[in-house]
T-cell receptor
């Protein structure tokens, strides 16, 4: 079975540009999570969805960040306009429901904003 | 207050020896789950082991075991017979509640170096 798929794997963009990160969760999983990892702040949950509905977006840094999940097999995280401080690795993860189920992480997108 | 605390920024161990990575947690919820993830230098997050708050026995997965001490709110990861490939960052994480609320809270991580 394919794991969580993220694209692109690496993104380099200039400050002010729009950036869109994409994620395909594991089939059958109904939870999807977006995380950001930086040296300074570690691994932070940005937002998560259940059955395509955003449940908790309290981790989204500011209005420049938005996330959508139009269907069960696709989600996007958009940054507009991007800033150098947005440089990080962005992970998407998915899981089935339940306390005992681990989250399966994608390979991450390394974003560099110059 | 920190929900998950990993007090060891870095650890090193000799190959073939055992090592314990510390994790303490803070929750008032009686139902919770504890996870350990490994992040090698390639960057991916790899699930290692899970312990439920109601589990009577300590979880084990191959060379990984979780030393769960509920009263002390600790969930230390023990890696036996360390291998060079175990060199990585290790994250402890907690999920609270049992109503399908799946938010994981991660600790800051411990970097493990295995020396030959």
């Amino acid at each position: 079975d394919a794991g969580v798929i993220q694209s692109p794997r690496h993104e380099v963009t200039e400050m002010g540009q729009e950036v869109t990160l994409r994620c395909k969760p594991i089939s059958g999983h109904d939870y999807l999570f977006w995380y950001r990892q930086t040296m300074m702040r570690g691994l932070e949950l940005l937002i998560y969805f259940n059955n395509n509905v955003p449940i908790d977006d309290s981790g989204m840094p500011e209005d420049r960040f938005s996330a959508k999940m139009p269907n069960a097999s696709f989600s996007t995280l958009k940054i507009q306009p991007s800033e150098p401080r947005d440089s990080a690795v962005y992970f998407c993860a998915s899981s089935p429901p339940g306390l005992a189920y681990e989250q399966y992480f994608g390979p991450g997108t390394r974003l560099t904003v110059t | 207050a920190q929900k998950i605390t990993q007090t060891q920024p870095g650890m090193f161990v000799q190959e073939k020896e055992a090592v314990t990575l510390d994790c303490t947690y803070d929750t008032s919820d009686p139902s919770y789950g504890l996870f350990w993830y490994k992040q090698p230098s390639s960057g991916e997050m790899i699930f290692l082991i899970y312990q439920g708050s109601y589990d009577q026995q300590n979880a084990t997965e191959g060379r990984y075991s979780l030393n769960f001490q509920k009263a002390r709110k600790s969930a230390n990861l023990v890696i036996s017979a360390s291998q060079l490939g175990d060199s990585a960052m290790y994250f402890c994480a907690m999920r609270e509640g049992d109503g399908g609320y799946n938010k994981l809270i991660f600790g800051a991580g411990t970097r493990l170096a295995v020396h030959p």
